[in-house]
């Protein structure tokens, strides 16, 4: 019988990297539902080429003109709005797999309601685990769902675990986890050119193809803070068993140093339909599209260590694992609002990491036992950090 996935954040460069997969396996895979944000003409598209039953938009006028739309189009399909309809969509007893897509804390909410129906969730909403990391993985327990990761790192070191890992690390024998990083767009550029970057300079990612907002993470090395947090939660493992290591090639995708020497590690070429396949049929193996790794070509692999006055934004996320609480949800909400800023022209590149340092000083920390908490944190976060923006803008701050 066939598997009903609902792709979250269908219109994104994840989005369409899975439907690309499920594409290739029309006997094992059909669509449920697929959502989107503001990119309706795109979702049409979509709805055309895989026919979920559901399709899922922000706006209420959206939702009508594009249901007017595809039922001209002979196209059945219900199209609904708003932030419960994506819970709905995740959590609907016809679905087997979630992809877990949307970016940003938006993704949250969805996410959180496809663990708690108990589906197999494929994760690439990193956010989910960084603001809530102890709430989701309970949940995640409790309702027996399946957490697989679809982040090219954690799905690597997912792949170089002991099968059927149980945490904690040390019952595997693990006793390091090695984290690749490419370094970004500005691993060589000097410091001092770093103010005059531009949103389409730091979105050129050298090796990988991504939406703005991770490529301005990835340039940031935000986004390997992020990682490092996700991998705490994913593998249960602290701060100090998680090493970044800078791979500029982005062949390796990460490793698993065990206790007798060995390390394994997963390699392939950047193209992200690989964890996405690997997660889709898990334990089994299909084609992605993928083109086949040729070491020849590749012909030599580069490790640095990570220059953290260069990546101010990598020290900032490891402060926050280490605080614990709700740190790293005022992190994320931060650096959601700086590189928003940055990327509309408001703030300059190399005053991202300064504004979430002011946001982790200024706001409380608290335990985050409840959602209410990290929300509350969350908002509170959103909020400074825009002062801090609008205080760049007017000159007020040097
Ligand atoms: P994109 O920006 O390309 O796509 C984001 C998707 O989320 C779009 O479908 C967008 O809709 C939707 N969306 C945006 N805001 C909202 C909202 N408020 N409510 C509902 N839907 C929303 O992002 P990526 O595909 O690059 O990344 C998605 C997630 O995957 C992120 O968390 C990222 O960190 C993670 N990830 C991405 C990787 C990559 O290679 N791209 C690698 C590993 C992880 P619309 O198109 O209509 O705006």
Redesign the pocket.
């Known amino acids: 019988m066939k598997k009903l996935i609902t792709v979250l954040?269908?219109?994104?460069?994840?989005?369409v990297s899975t439907l690309d997969v499920v594409a290739r396996h029309p006997d094992r895979y059909g669509v449920f539902a697929l959502?989107?944000?503001?990119?309706v003409d795109?979702l049409y598209e979509q709805c055309l080429a895989h026919r979920p039953a559901y399709a899922v938009v922000?706006r209420a006028e959206d939702a009508v003109a594009l249901q007017r739309r595809l039922d001209a189009a002979e196209c059945r399909c219900d199209v609904l709005y708003g932030p419960a309809a994506?819970c709905d969509v995740a959590s609907a007893p016809d679905v087997a797999s979630v992809m877990a897509?949307?970016?940003?804390a938006?993704?949250l909410p969805p996410t959180l309601a496809a663990a708690r129906a108990g589906k197999r969730v494929l994760l690439?909403?990193?956010?989910a685990l960084v603001m809530s990391g102890a709430l989701f993985m309970a949940e995640v327990d409790t309702h027996g769902a399946t957490l697989l990761p679809?982040?090219?790192e954690h799905n690597a070191i997912f792949q170089a675990m002991p099968s059927g890992h149980a945490r904690p690390l040390e019952t595997g024998g693990v006793t390091q986890i090695l984290l690749t990083a490419s370094g970004g767009p500005f691993r060589s550029t000097p410091i001092s050119d770093l103010p005059a970057v531009t949103p389409d300079m730091a979105c050129a990612h050298p090796n990988?193809v991504?939406?703005?907002?991770?490529s301005v993470d990835s340039a940031t090395m935000m986004n390997k803070g992020l990682e490092v947090i996700e991998a705490r939660w994913l593998f249960a493992a602290p701060a100090e068993r998680i090493q970044v290591v800078i791979h500029p090639q982005s062949v390796i995708h990460s490793l698993v140093a065990y206790s007798d020497g060995s390390v394994l590690a997963q390699l392939g070429n950047p193209d992200?339909r690989t964890p996405i396949a690997h997660a889709l049929a898990y334990p089994e193996r299909i084609d992605s599209g993928v083109k086949p790794l040729d070491l020849f070509e590749v012909a030599r692999l580069d490790f640095e260590r990570p220059d953290f006055a260069r990546f101010p934004c990598l020290a900032l996320a490891y402060r926050a694992l280490r605080a614990g609480g709700v740190a790293p949800a005022v992190l994320n909400a931060a650096n959601e609002v700086a590189v928003a800023a940055f990327l509309d022209g408001h703030l300059r590149f190399d005053r991202i990491a300064a504004v979430i340092a002011d946001v982790l000083d200024a706001v409380p920390d608290a335990a985050a036992d409840s959602l209410e908490v990290v929300f509350a944190a969350d908002r509170e976060a959103r909020e400074v950090a825009a002062s801090r923006v609008r205080a760049y803008l007017a000159g007020a701050r040097p």
């Open positions: 954040g269908a219109t994104g460069s994840i989005g959502t989107a944000h503001r990119q795109k922000e994506l897509a949307i970016v940003g938006a993704g690439a909403n990193k956010e679809i982040d090219s990988w991504m939406g703005r907002k991770i992200m």
